[in-house]
């Protein structure tokens, strides 16, 4: 029998509908309300950090808090490499230039090496500072935050982390999101917690709290007729999208420790495969919530990546190719990149895994010995 083994799906935990019936019977069906604000408390309190936005989305976060470090046309913007396309869309958005900086092999993050020689040769080139810098933290690893927050601050210039992937991960035993001025995310259907669509910002400051909600209404004065100093967004969340997110909130540590254990099955039933290697913590400094377990398969095998996701479809089971660097995406192909072949070699090696934390451990176990069959009736 064909199984139905996803990448990542919406896993509820049952008190959603109490949230939603709260709201559509006091009729809070705006963006803006009760579970708008407790949502945004209790991501507080999670990340033990005051000042968190939610938001429509965590592209919206990114967005925002390029507008908030002053990113204009013109200005570059530095950003990992090896990530989803809207850890750099928003720097277009703002009419500037994305600086792609190539990963290290050990988080698979930004290199906090190419990070400085980016810095310096942009400097030289431009005359000019890059605004600010966006690391990202890829399939919930926490990147070198040391290192790249002792960059950032030698050259004076700020760190908005996209943390979309990486609620629960801990750096140093603290949560990610909450090391850059400004931090970034995401609630999207496929993440850790959904609100089916939705963000958060983590912001520095109630006052620049204040600023990212009044850009995100429209950037609204406050006069009896519409009036706008400058341009506005409309990138609040919906109170209805918040009250899913109240409900979701309540399983945010299951889930994170469920993912954990199925990184941890993963790695059981795998360690000791020929020309197979799962992502780890590479030190006790890092506690990823491996929000997608990923492998890299040797190339010796003479399997590629996409014929392993192609056997494992036909059993019914979803993976995906990692992230494609930035600088190879046809529409960044003219910004600078600092690369050293890191996440392209990443990228040619790379698989996720089913990891959503409504799989049981039959289902990962099915995955883990699918994998094992076919590396070991097609390796060369
Ligand atoms: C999901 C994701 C985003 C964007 O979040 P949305 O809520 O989908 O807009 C940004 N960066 C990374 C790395 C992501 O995985």
Redesign the pocket.
């Known amino acids: 029998m064909k199984r139905n083994i996803k990448l990542s799906l919406p896993h509820l935990s049952g008190t959603e509908q109490k949230y939603i019936d709260e709201a559509m019977r006091d009729c809070w069906i705006v963006p803006l309300g009760p579970h708008v604000d407790e949502f945004e408390h209790r991501l507080e309190s999670y990340l033990d950090h005051d000042d968190v936005v939610a938001l429509s ?4 976060a ?1 967005h925002l808090g390029l507008v908030m470090l002053d990113v204009k046309a013109g200005d570059e913007v530095i950003v990992q490499d090896l ?2 396309s ?2 750099a869309n928003p720097v277009r958005y703002q009419g500037a230039v994305p600086v792609f900086v190539d990963s290290e092999p050990y988080t698979w993050n930004m290199s906090p090496e190419l990070l400085e020689l980016a810095i310096n040769d942009r400097i030289k080139v431009t005359g000019r500072k890059p605004k600010a810098i966006v690391p ?1 933290h ?1 399939y919930g690893m926490p990147a070198k935050m040391d290192e790249i927050r002792n960059i950032a601050e030698k050259y004076d210039i700020p760190v908005l982390e ?1 943390a ?2 990486a609620l629960g991960s801990e750096y140093k035993g603290r949560k990610c999101g909450t090391f850059g001025q400004y931090g ?1 995310l ?3 259907g496929n ?1 850790i917690i959904t609100t089916s ?3 958060a910002l983590v912001c520095p400051s109630p006052e620049a709290a204040a600023r990212v909600k009044f850009y995100a209404t429209q950037s609204r004065e406050n006069r009896p007729y519409y009036y706008h100093e400058v341009i506005g967004f409309n990138y609040r969340l919906s109170n209805i999208s918040a009250a899913i997110g109240c409900g979701q909130i309540e399983s945010l540590q299951a889930r994170v420790d469920r993912r954990r254990a199925i990184h941890r099955l993963y790695s059981e039933m795998l360690e000791g495969v020929d020309g197979i290697t799962v992502q780890e913590n590479p030190a006790d400094d890092f506690n990823s919530n491996f929000w997608l377990s990923t492998i890299l398969i040797d190339p010796a095998t003479g399997i590629t990546p996409d014929q392993l996701r192609i056997a494992l479809m036909e059993k019914g089971i979803e993976t995906r190719l990692l992230w494609r660097p930035m600088h190879m995406m046809p529409f960044f192909a003219d910004a600078p990149a600092y690369t050293d072949g890191t996440a392209e070699s990443l990228f040619e090696r790379g698989l996720c895994l089913p990891s959503g934390s409504s799989l049981t451990d039959e289902d990962i176990i099915f995955v883990a010995e699918s994998i094992k069959s076919f590396i070991h009736d097609h390796r060369v």
Do not use: H
């Open positions: 989305a965590g592209t919206a990114i990530t989803f809207a850890s990202v890829l996209d979309a992937e970034a995401s609630f999207n993440k669509g939705g963000g």
